[in-house]
């Protein structure tokens, strides 16, 4: 596997957060793979850890390079989550889910003590929404909820969204998630208030989760070309 070096240097840097005895969550995505891979030398070493996946997906590689996992409902108590993004900006208010597994992982950061994002530095915006906005939906009735959707994004200043239903490779079936969900990506260039999208989106009926993490991130590492820079709120 050829890993790209501002990935692999934001990673690494996230091992100081972990100590020995964590219960820690797994991300999903290429960064936060990059960071399994990592944590792996450390058990390797002699580091006493168990990890929480966000996703099937992550759950395969942990168990591929060795890192413990128990059971989400085995947990009592989540010290660390460690987790990519697709946007980050300077309030440290995060777009996730470009891999669909959006509600895992914000189950997962939300229970955990602390959330740290490993990012490179092309991740980090000045306003939210260039990359499009994923919203995990209930498939019954979806289209009705894409419109809810479209009207709620509109009346807090989006001005054009586009939502499109995501589907697999192959173009034909809809992506499910690993809860047997759709997803609806909303472009929507910039989202001039990201607070006021949770705030609507949360109380729409048959949207599950949506991509907008909000006051859960605390620690960003960003992997440049010669350093990793470590920023804390």
Avoid at 124 to 145: A, C, H, Q
Wanted: hydrophobic residues 45%.
């Amino acid at each position: 596997m050829i890993e790209h070096p501002q990935k692999l240097r934001a990673a690494t840097a996230a091992l100081q957060y972990v100590e020995d005895g964590m219960t820690l969550g797994l991300g999903s995505g290429s960064t936060a793979e990059i960071f399994v891979r990592q944590l792996a030398l450390k058990v390797n070493e002699g580091m006493r850890i168990q990890g929480v996946p966000t996703s099937q997906a992550t759950a395969d590689l942990a168990r591929q390079v060795g890192v413990p996992l128990v059971e989400v409902d085995h947990a009592d108590h989540i010290a660390i989550t460690v987790d990519g993004a697709d946007e980050v900006d300077g309030h440290f208010q995060l777009i996730k889910g470009g891999g669909g597994c959006l509600l895992r992982e914000k189950i997962i950061a939300h229970a955990s003590d602390l959330m740290i994002v490993v990012i490179d530095e092309t991740k980090l915006v000045s306003t939210l929404g260039k990359y499009p906005l994923p919203i995990e939906v209930d498939p019954f009735g979806f289209s009705l909820t894409a419109k809810k959707i479209f009207d709620a994004l509109r009346m807090v200043g989006v001005e054009c969204p586009d939502l499109q239903l995501r589907r697999k490779g192959d173009g034909l079936e809809p992506f499910v998630t690993d809860g047997g969900h759709f997803i609806l990506d909303c472009a929507c260039e910039a989202i001039p208030d990201a607070a006021a999208v949770d705030a609507r989106l949360n109380v729409l009926p048959g949207v599950v989760e949506h991509g907008l993490f909000m006051n859960l991130a605390r620690v960003v590492i960003v992997g440049e070309d010669d350093e990793a820079r470590v920023m804390e709120l």
